[in-house]
């Protein structure tokens, strides 16, 4: 029999292709899913599978889940691409899997990034799901509420596949190491503390730990009597740019912003400048940032510190003038404020109440004493009737009222004792009591 070698045969196929499991039992990580007893298990095990979308970050095997089902349950397995098909080609694909059915063969159709699918293509799955000519797996990176329409989600069952830990990625690195399929072959001498290494930097993806583990081989030192030996070196240079999980357009993009947002909102600067950095180091538009950072300074701020609206729209105009890499430090300055600045949502409340009464109450007149009257006919309408200018009162303020009838006396802006909001809040004190010495009507 002829030994199979890693620089021979099979030296085309990516070492990832070739450890591809074919079994739940090879199958690495998602254990609150394929672990004993688990729903998923249970149901290949019984081959009772129905549709299904698994949604998950790359490289956690949901292509390769899909292919172990299809062997595990005896059906025939077609590989979709929602990148390069059209409507065309599921027609085709459908009219196999009907072929199929009348033989008494289930057909699972994978669909690789199925939210890549517009709606059209997505309903053409729908009558051949609902019959059964087919299983849908679909597959998607993408949360499926967003990017799969409502009548085929409703169909399947969502299964979310975690990002593999460290020590899974270690496991399977090992594996890796020994299996005849990966390096079993060959005398590879790698530290365990290197096989670490490169499975934290792999951030969950099995893919790419398998391909850095590939890179590092290829790259060790190869003595004479075939030992290959890995240094500590050989690992940092395969390693030295590493790739940051960060999709602009997807859903890691709102993660990492909501991630920055919530950080300065608990006021952990520390927290804040890393998801920071891992916007801007992977390419992260900075004024995207300094749009967010703004809005966060009156939201999460306001009033608390009113400086902090200032230093927010300033590292706006740096990102603008002189963008990356050196506005990175402007970022920096403005998110380190904001996080250690007094905290305030009122304004963002008083926004909100004062938008729930404005869009429920469209009619609601202005109140005639507070309009305009730039014409005769306006004035003989009582426009204006009453105006009192506040510039001409004793005290700069008057009892006039500025609400619609229907609601008077609606407080919206109600100041915490954050900060320099206290000062605001003592003077807003002082205006309603003055209105109240007055006979205005008070808040509701």
Same mark, same amino acid.
């Given at each position: 029999?002829?030994?199979?070698?890693?620089?021979?045969?099979?030296?085309?196929?990516?070492?990832?292709?070739?450890?591809?499991?074919?079994?739940?039992?090879?199958?690495?990580?998602?254990?609150?899913?394929?672990?004993?007893?688990?729903?998923?298990?249970?149901?290949?095990?019984?081959?009772?599978?129905?549709?299904?979308?698994?949604?998950?970050?790359?490289?956690?095997?949901?292509?390769?889940?899909?292919?172990?089902?299809?062997?595990?349950?005896?059906? %025939? $397995?077609?590989?979709?691409? &929602?990148?390069? @098909?059209?409507? /065309?080609?599921?027609?085709?694909?459908?009219?196999?899997? =009907? +072929?199929?059915?009348?033989?008494?063969?289930?057909?699972?159709?994978?669909?690789?990034?199925?939210?890549?699918?517009?709606?059209?293509?997505?309903?053409?799955?729908?009558?051949?799901?609902?019959?059964?000519?087919?299983?849908?797996?679909?597959?998607?990176?993408?949360?499926? %509420? $967003?990017?799969?329409?409502? &009548?085929?989600? @409703?169909?399947? /069952?969502?299964?979310?596949?975690?990002?593999?830990?460290? =020590? +899974?990625?270690?496991?399977?690195?090992?594996?890796?190491?020994?299996?005849?399929?990966?390096?079993?072959?060959?005398?590879?001498?790698?530290?365990?503390?290197?096989?670490?290494?490169?499975?934290?930097?792999?951030?969950?993806?099995?893919?790419?730990?398998?391909?850095?583990?590939?890179?590092?081989?290829?790259?060790?030192?190869?003595?004479?009597?075939?030992?290959?030996?890995?240094?500590?070196?050989?690992? =940092?240079?395969?390693?030295?740019?590493?790739?940051?999980?960060?999709?602009?357009?997807?859903?890691?993009?709102?993660?990492?912003?909501?991630?920055?947002?919530?950080?300065?909102?608990?006021?952990?600067?520390?927290?804040?400048?890393?998801?920071?950095?891992?916007?801007?180091?992977?390419?992260?538009?900075?004024?995207?940032?300094?749009?967010?950072?703004?809005?966060?300074?009156?939201?999460?701020?306001?009033?608390?510190?009113?400086?902090?609206?200032?230093?927010?729209?300033?590292?706006?105009?740096?990102?603008?003038?002189?963008?990356?890499?050196?506005?990175?430090?402007?970022?920096?300055?403005?998110?380190?404020?904001?996080?250690?600045?007094?905290?305030?949502?009122?304004?963002?409340?008083?926004?909100?109440?004062?938008?729930?009464?404005?869009?429920?109450?469209?009619?609601?007149?202005?109140?005639?004493?507070?309009?305009?009257?730039?014409?005769?006919?306006?004035?003989?309408?009582?426009?204006?009737?009453?105006?009192?200018?506040?510039?001409?009162?004793?005290?700069?303020?008057?009892?006039?009222?500025?609400?619609?009838?229907?609601?008077?006396?609606?407080?919206?802006?109600?100041?915490?004792?954050?900060?320099?909001?206290?000062?605001?809040?003592?003077?807003?004190?002082?205006?309603?009591?003055?209105?109240?010495?007055?006979?205005?009507?008070?808040?509701?």
């Amino acid at each position: 029999m002829r030994q199979l070698s890693t620089f021979g045969d099979m030296a085309p196929q990516p070492l990832a292709a070739r450890l591809r499991p074919q079994t739940l039992e090879e199958f690495a990580g998602q254990t609150h899913l394929l672990g004993e007893g688990k729903v998923l298990r249970r149901l290949i095990e019984s081959d009772q599978i129905s549709s299904m979308i698994f949604w998950g970050p790359p490289g956690v095997g949901k292509t390769t889940l899909a292919r172990v089902i299809a062997n595990g349950t005896k059906a %025939s $397995f077609i590989d979709f691409s &929602a990148v390069t @098909s059209g409507i /065309k080609e599921i027609r085709s694909v459908m009219k196999e899997a =009907e +072929e199929n059915r009348s033989y008494g063969t289930k057909t699972i159709v994978f669909v690789d990034e199925i939210h890549r699918f517009n709606k059209a293509q997505q309903d053409a799955f729908l009558p051949f799901v609902e019959k059964g000519s087919i299983i849908l797996i679909g597959a998607t990176t993408e949360n499926p %509420s $967003f990017e799969i329409n409502g &009548a085929l989600l @409703s169909r399947c /069952k969502v299964f979310v596949l975690h990002a593999l830990t460290t =020590e +899974e990625l270690t496991t399977l690195l090992n594996r890796a190491l020994k299996d005849p399929r990966g390096f079993g072959n060959q005398t590879v001498r790698i530290a365990d503390d290197l096989v670490r290494v490169i499975a934290a930097f792999a951030n969950g993806d099995a893919r790419t730990a398998l391909s850095t583990l590939e890179m590092v081989v290829l790259n060790g030192d190869l003595d004479e009597e075939g030992v290959t030996t890995v240094s500590r070196e050989t690992v =940092e240079q395969c390693i030295s740019k590493k790739s940051l999980l960060y999709d602009k357009g997807g859903e890691e993009h709102y993660n990492i912003i909501s991630a920055l947002h919530k950080s300065m909102r608990n006021s952990d600067p520390d927290a804040a400048v890393y998801w920071l950095a891992r916007m801007l180091e992977a390419g992260e538009d900075p004024l995207y940032v300094a749009r967010r950072v703004t809005r966060f300074a009156s939201e999460d701020v306001g009033l608390a510190d009113p400086r902090a609206l200032e230093i927010a729209v300033a590292a706006y105009q740096a990102c603008h003038l002189i963008g990356m890499p050196e506005c990175s430090v402007h970022l920096t300055e403005a998110v380190v404020y904001l996080s250690l600045a007094p905290k305030s949502n009122a304004l963002y409340l008083a926004y909100e109440g004062a938008k729930r009464d404005a869009l429920t109450q469209l009619a609601e007149p202005v109140p005639l004493v507070i309009r305009n009257a730039p014409t005769k006919l306006m004035k003989e309408l009582e426009y204006g009737k009453g105006y009192q200018y506040a510039h001409d009162a004793e005290d700069k303020i008057t009892d006039m009222q500025c609400l619609p009838d229907s609601l008077a006396g609606r407080e919206y802006y109600r100041p915490t004792e954050q900060g320099v909001e206290a000062k605001y809040k003592t003077r807003l004190e002082q205006i309603k009591e003055w209105k109240r010495r007055r006979g205005q009507g008070g808040p509701r």
